[in-house]
């Protein structure tokens, strides 16, 4: 009965975790600062072109861990950056003859139609980097009133030997950094390791007032400013991005937020790993880009089907470990999702067309569908390891093949129990953010199916006969205690919907009504 009611609501319980903190270089217990709540920043797009497969990789990663711990019962509040002012765009800017704000602003429409493609949920909240100006002139005033950072001609630098832990998070050294670092040559620096909080404007370019005259913030600072606005936290839970942001990126937030507050950033640092093309990492600086616009073109009939692959190819792989793309590997991951489909409709097929018996084999899929939720668990607890938990949902659907290839007529309670593991599978593939539909077999009026599937959406099962099955259970039960009137209301009700009941002598059979009686909108 307990199982039922959490595979039904989808209701789980705080337990053990474990994510690997790239701080630490270990496996740790995810224990989050305050009691169920999570405070998580991810780095977000600098947004002056299309984002490639490597950027997408990313935000797949942490929308995965982002369900995952909502799916587990913490609050999470999630913010992922827009960055919209940057060298990069301002040089795009010139080079297609318009300003930076239209670059920022074409862009991030094409990123937000991008995640909404592959199935990426909106964080809870989406600054940019222009909106929050004022926090970062109060974090650059902080830090030079701490002899942390330095004006020098209309720009300000943060002094990087003045923070002792500078190279905890990339295992670098001063020493090692000082002999072959990749640093701006500038003769206006103390120090040529330290870097821009504030750039000088130039002429024509976007600029703000501030203290030190006109202009604007450095790349790294607007994360640390957006992080401890939004967040409203010194210290947060979770901070991720991708491998190639560990230095210089995040090693400059690290140094800048907590030379600012005096407490640690960030407890637990996540990062994935690269998605390489032929070995070579996949970069625009190389050149060797795979842009999501292009394969939604390629998909633009199945863009679902592009989802689906696409989620499959990188999710079968543990999010820190790399990827070398090739179009055969997408192939194959779409081949994957084909599996899935197979199933649904083999049960659908199953579930209409088997006679029933009575022998009941009920508790043998049961006992699988509880093996898998347990293991799959298991899987995500620990460092959401989507490529076993996917494995687990591929190996249930071979053992529900062989099941099936062994039982050709199942009782009715063995039919309920195929369904329910058919759900279970549905559910699991909707935490990783997947969408395989689950078929509606009842041939309703447009109207009524529609509104049985957005239920079952919310619930996420996507199954009207479970649930008219369960309806019809109640009303025998009410006959059989001769609560007539009961059985008759759920009858007459399930009849205005434009559900029709007939008893038979192998029991009540539910069809569309000939007449349906609702109103229409």
Same mark, same amino acid.
């Given at each position: 009965?307990?199982?039922?009611?959490?595979? #039904?609501?989808?209701?789980?319980?705080?337990?053990?975790?474990?994510?690997?903190?790239?701080?630490?270089?270990?496996?740790?217990?995810?224990?989050?600062?305050?009691?169920?709540?999570?405070?998580?920043?991810?780095?977000?797009?600098?947004? #002056?072109?299309?984002?490639? /497969?490597?950027?997408?990789?990313? #935000?797949?990663?942490?929308?995965?861990? +982002?369900?995952?711990?909502?799916?587990?019962?913490?609050? !999470?509040?999630?913010?992922?950056? =827009?960055?919209?002012?940057?060298?990069?765009?301002?040089?795009?800017?010139?080079?297609?003859?318009?300003?930076?704000?239209?670059?920022?602003?074409?862009?991030? *429409?094409?990123?937000?139609?991008?995640?909404? !493609?592959?199935?990426?949920?909106?964080?809870?909240?989406?600054?940019?980097?222009?909106?929050?100006?004022?926090?970062?002139?109060?974090?650059?005033?902080?830090?030079?009133?701490?002899?942390?950072?330095?004006?020098?001609?209309? &720009?300000?630098?943060?002094?990087?030997?003045?923070?002792?832990?500078?190279?905890?998070?990339?295992?670098?050294?001063?020493? *090692?950094?000082?002999?072959?670092?990749?640093?701006?040559?500038?003769?206006?620096?103390?120090?040529?390791?330290?870097?821009?909080? %504030?750039?000088?404007?130039?002429?024509?370019?976007?600029? %703000?007032?501030?203290? %030190?005259?006109?202009?604007?913030?450095?790349?790294?600072?607007?994360?640390?400013?957006?992080? =401890?606005?939004?967040? $409203?936290?010194?210290? /947060?839970?979770?901070?991720?991005?991708?491998?190639?942001?560990?230095?210089?990126?995040?090693?400059?937030?690290?140094?800048?937020?907590?030379? +600012?507050?005096?407490?640690?950033?960030?407890?637990? %640092?996540?990062?994935?790993?690269?998605?390489? /093309?032929?070995?070579?990492?996949?970069?625009?600086?190389?050149?060797?880009?795979?842009? /999501?616009?292009?394969?939604?073109?390629?998909?633009?009939?199945?863009?679902?089907?592009?989802?689906?692959?696409?989620?499959?190819?990188?999710?079968?792989?543990?999010?820190?470990?790399?990827? &070398?793309? &090739?179009?055969?590997?997408?192939?194959?991951?779409?081949?994957?999702?084909?599996?899935?489909?197979?199933? +649904? $409709?083999?049960?659908?097929?199953?579930?209409?067309?088997?006679?029933?018996?009575?022998?009941?084999?009920?508790?043998?899929?049961?006992?699988?569908?509880?093996?898998?939720?347990?293991?799959?668990?298991?899987?995500?607890?620990?460092?959401?390891?989507?490529?076993?938990?996917?494995?687990?949902?591929?190996?249930?659907?071979?053992?529900?093949?062989?099941?099936?290839?062994?039982?050709?007529?199942?009782?009715?309670?063995?039919?309920?129990?195929?369904?329910?593991?058919?759900?279970?599978?549905?559910? =699991?593939?909707?935490?990783?953010?997947?969408?395989?539909?689950?078929?509606?077999?009842?041939?309703?009026?447009?109207?009524?199916?529609?509104? #049985?599937?957005?239920?079952?959406?919310?619930?996420?099962?996507?199954?009207?006969?479970?649930?008219?099955?369960?309806?019809?259970?109640?009303? &025998?039960?009410?006959?059989?205690?001769?609560?007539?009137?009961?059985?008759?209301?759920?009858?007459?009700?399930?009849?205005?919907?434009?559900?029709?009941?007939?008893?038979?002598?192998?029991?009540?059979?539910?069809?569309?009504?000939?007449?349906?009686?609702?109103?229409? *909108?």
């Amino acid at each position: 009965m307990e199982l039922a009611i959490y595979l #039904y609501f989808g209701i789980c319980n705080l337990g053990l975790m474990k994510v690997y903190n790239t701080l630490s270089q270990n496996k740790e217990e995810l224990t989050p600062l305050s009691d169920k709540e999570i405070k998580m920043y991810v780095c977000g797009p600098t947004v #002056y072109g299309y984002i490639h /497969i490597g950027n997408a990789r990313a #935000y797949i990663a942490f929308d995965v861990i +982002y369900r995952w711990l909502k799916h587990k019962g913490f609050d !999470v509040t999630y913010v992922r950056n =827009l960055t919209d002012v940057d060298d990069k765009i301002i040089n795009r800017a010139k080079e297609e003859n318009t300003t930076a704000g239209d670059i920022a602003k074409k862009y991030i *429409e094409a990123f937000h139609n991008d995640m909404d !493609v592959l199935g990426v949920l909106p964080p809870d909240i989406e600054p940019t980097a222009t909106e929050t100006i004022p926090k970062m002139l109060e974090i650059i005033e902080g830090l030079i009133d701490k002899g942390l950072a330095y004006e020098a001609d209309g &720009d300000v630098f943060y002094r990087v030997r003045s923070f002792k832990d500078y190279g905890k998070l990339s295992k670098r050294s001063i020493d *090692e950094l000082e002999a072959g670092a990749r640093v701006e040559v500038d003769e206006r620096k103390e120090d040529p390791l330290d870097f821009a909080l %504030w750039k000088k404007a130039k002429e024509g370019e976007p600029a %703000w007032d501030s203290l %030190w005259g006109k202009g604007r913030p450095g790349w790294h600072l607007e994360c640390s400013a957006m992080s =401890l606005q939004y967040l $409203k936290r010194e210290t /947060i839970d979770i901070h991720g991005g991708g491998h190639d942001l560990i230095f210089p990126h995040h090693e400059n937030e690290i140094a800048q937020s907590e030379g +600012y507050t005096g407490k640690p950033f960030v407890k637990y %640092w996540l990062h994935n790993g690269f998605v390489n /093309i032929k070995k070579e990492k996949m970069a625009k600086s190389v050149g060797n880009i795979v842009t /999501i616009k292009e394969l939604e073109e390629r998909y633009k009939d199945r863009l679902n089907d592009l989802r689906n692959s696409f989620r499959m190819l990188f999710l079968k792989t543990h999010y820190r470990s790399p990827i &070398d793309f &090739d179009d055969e590997l997408l192939t194959e991951a779409e081949a994957s999702g084909d599996g899935i489909s197979e199933i +649904y $409709k083999r049960i659908a097929f199953i579930i209409d067309e088997a006679p029933d018996i009575n022998e009941d084999k009920s508790v043998e899929l049961e006992e699988l569908s509880s093996k898998l939720e347990q293991t799959f668990t298991s899987a995500m607890d620990d460092d959401f390891n989507s490529s076993v938990a996917i494995s687990l949902i591929f190996d249930f659907i071979r053992d529900l093949n062989i099941f099936l290839d062994d039982n050709t007529n199942l009782s009715r309670a063995t039919k309920g129990a195929l369904v329910n593991s058919r759900n279970l599978i549905n559910k =699991l593939l909707l935490l990783l953010g997947f969408n395989f539909p689950i078929e509606i077999k009842l041939n309703l009026p447009p109207k009524i199916a529609n509104t #049985y599937e957005e239920f079952a959406k919310k619930k996420a099962l996507g199954d009207v006969d479970k649930m008219l099955q369960e309806l019809l259970e109640i009303r &025998d039960k009410a006959k059989a205690n001769k609560e007539f009137s009961k059985a008759d209301q759920i009858r007459d009700e399930l009849n205005a919907i434009g559900i029709k009941i007939e008893d038979t002598p192998l029991g009540p059979v539910a069809s569309p009504s000939p007449e349906p009686n609702y109103e229409d *909108e």
